[in-house]
């Protein structure tokens, strides 16, 4: 986390193309670390700060939209950013139902790469963000005891004290100390951020 | 091969025969000499190998030398009485008998040699016809290398797009950088001046690209070729006839036999043909009120040959008349805009003429010349 600038990664194998691309990069102040294949790329170390990756669909070795693929089997969740001299409209879609960000033609224009390297940022970061929040969560989970999960999942389905010590065959009391150890451990100051918490959490339960 | 009519050369040839029939000879007298001394009873199968020995490596005439001349000697020393040329009657058979086998040897031994020779000669011959026409064959073959690069244009267009575009993407997006350089506050002079110098880099490049193309199309010298523009013609509509008729287009030739030949380079030729019925074909795409006919025709005096390619297509507006031989204009979506470009310069390279003009009853017509000089009649 030392290192928090965004870096925008350029996949491009014309020297010039990725010259030009990063020299227009660092003139609106970002950051462009270049490379020549996506298995260079792929090999390089991704640092935790935001980042999005501006990729050329016609490479040597693993192209583009095949590396798209790639990534998103590894799970790596990298935005991109297509940039390619012939654009046809499946390649196009193709693309796009994958998840990437734009499909740009070259030459392409200073404002739409750099909206479209904005939007990546962001979407990095949101996702970034999301992810460090639910392991904030995820730990706090791990602090509470097996009873008071049950408690917990049982209390965020609406359930009021009787209810859920009927179903633990627990007092009312119990529950009720339960409860608010859980409260405490999830740093919930409501029952409504409790259950929002829960929702974060989710989808990772489930695994 | 065998000079008779020279006396110099028969001469020579008598002594080679006489050499060769004496050395065998020799090689077969002396250990003959040697076993005489061992047996009571003559050697004489060692003859028979000088003799076919001769005739073999020397000829009829050597194998026959060598008879005679081993009847002296095989008479002399080897038949009794020895050391005299007289015959006792009780060797007169068996000497007469060595005579006849030598004679026979000589005869079977030159005659297998000449059946020999004949036969290397037949390989010999069939060897040269065989690389006469591997030639001809590899000749068609770059030609037709040559022809099919100029037709599949398509994917030459996807890779020249490519080509070109790099640098200019680079081009454009340091311009873009430079200009955000420059509006900085304070502007960043050096990379400002940075950006321009690769800016320079790879505008340049991009010339070098364009260069290397035309460089492609238009080979250093043009070859010259001693060709009849008929054949040329006639080998083009062959070769786009199927493409014709999936495309609904008929090819009509209206030649005259007996033209002047040119001195041109035929595979260029073949490319200016090709690319003027080839758009006549694409100028076709769309007509549906008149039937689509590709016309070429040639004409000729002993100054000059005129070719035409007519179309009933959709024809040219005035404006762009002159434009569609600029380098890169086109009309088509994918194409690519160089095929008049380059026409254009082959056909002036062979001082002659391209232009294109208005067909009255609709579509276009494109006519080119090539000069038709004197002094190429006895090339
Ligand atoms: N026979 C024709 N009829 C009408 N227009 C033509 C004809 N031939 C050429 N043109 C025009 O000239 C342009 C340039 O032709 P050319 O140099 O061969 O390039 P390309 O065929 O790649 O477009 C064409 O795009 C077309 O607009
Ligand atoms: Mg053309």
Known sequence: ????????????????????????????????????????????????????????VRLPGVGGLEFQEQLAKANVSIPVIFITAHGDVPMTSRAMKAGAIEFLMKPFQ?????????????????????????????????????????????????????????????????????????????????????????????????? | MQSSARTGGTTRSLIRHCGIALFFLVAAFVPTLLLQRLFPYPFLFLFFGAVMASAWFGGKAAGLLAVVLSTVLVDYFFVPPFYSFSISTTAEAYFAAFVASALVASWISSAKKKSEEALKDALDQLEVRVSERTAELMKTQTELAHLSQVLSMGELTASIAHEINQPLTAVVTHGHACSEWLSANPPNLEKAQQTVQRIIQDGTRAGAVLAR???????????????????????????????????????????????????????????VVLNLMMNGMDAMAETSDRSKELLISARGDESELVV?????????????????????????????????????????????????????????????????HPRDSNG
Request: with cysteine; glycine share 6%; net charge neutral.
């Open chain 2, 213 to 271: 193309i035309r460089s492609l199309f238009k080979k250093e010298a043009p070859a010259k070729d001693w060709l009849d523009i008929n054949e040329v013609i006639h080998e083009l509509t062959t070769f786009l006839r199927d493409d014709a008729i999936r495309r609904r287009i008929a090819i009509r030739t209206d030649l005259v036999p007996g033209l002047p030949k040119v001195t041109a380079d035929r595979v260029q030729l073949q490319q």
């Open chain 1, 1 to 56: 986390m030392a290192d928090a600038r965004p870096t925008i990664f350029v996949v491009d194998d014309d020297a010039s193309v990725r010259d030009a691309i990063s020299n227009l990069l660092e003139s609106v102040g970002l950051r462009a670390k270049v490379f020549d294949s996506t298995e260079a790329f792929w090999k390089a170390p991704r640092p935790s700060a935001p980042s999005c990756l501006v990729l050329d």
């Open chain 1, 110 to 207: 200073k404002e739409d790469l750099l909206a479209a390297v904005r939007q990546g940022l962001d979407r990095d970061r949101i996702r970034r963000d999301e992810q460090a929040e639910i392991a904030v969560l995820q730990a706090r989970v791990d602090q509470l005891t097996s009873r008071e999960r049950e408690v917990m999942d049982l209390v965020v389905t609406g359930l009021i004290n009787k209810e859920i010590g009927a179903q633990l065959g627990l007092s009312e009391v119990t529950v009720k100390a339960h409860r608010s150890h859980v409260m405490q451990k999830m740093e919930a100051s409501s029952l409504a951020e409790l259950v929002r918490m829960s929702d974060k959490l989710k989808p990772r339960e489930r695994r």
């Open chain 2, 308 to 372: 035409r390619v007519e179309d009933s297509g959709m024809g040219l507006d005035a404006e762009a008349n002159e434009k569609i031989f600029d380098p890169f204009f086109t009309t088509k979506p994918h194409g690519i805009g160089m095929g008049l470009s380059i026409s254009r310069s082959i056909i002036e390279a062979h001082e002659g003429r391209l232009w294109a003009s208005p067909r009255p009853s609709g579509g276009a017509i494109f006519q080119f010349t090539l000069p038709v």
